[in-house]
């Protein structure tokens, strides 16, 4: 942050150039990996392969009744977690899109 004045991936990753001029060129790389959700060295995986994302769906009934959304959401995000978990991955945001009955976002 103190050299290139960035504090988020986003912000890295628009100042890669400047990262390549002050770090060595493995260093600046690996940087940027990070940056973009490339890293494979914390979860062991595959150098070439290259996952940013995941997801987790459901279809459930209707309710009104928020404490069963509650639970239904949480079952989804345990799903997720365990995803995750089997991936290998962590996560920084959770978006979450839901369907009403017509299947409209």
Not at 5 to 15: H, I, W
Request: hydrophobic fraction near 40%; charged fraction near 25%.
């Amino acid at each position: 942050q103190e050299v290139l004045g960035v504090r988020t991936g986003g912000e890295l990753l628009e100042a890669a150039a400047e990262a390549h001029c002050l770090f060595s060129r493995g260093r600046a790389d690996e940087l940027l990996q990070v940056a973009l959700g490339w890293c494979e060295k914390e979860r062991g995986g595959d150098a070439g392969a290259m996952q940013k994302g995941i997801s987790f769906s459901d279809t459930f009934g209707s309710s009104d009744e928020p404490a069963a959304l509650r639970r239904q959401l949480w079952t989804m995000c345990e799903g997720l977690g365990a995803s995750m978990l089997a991936a290998g991955l962590v996560g920084e945001k959770l978006t979450l899109r839901l369907k009403d009955s017509s299947f409209e976002v």
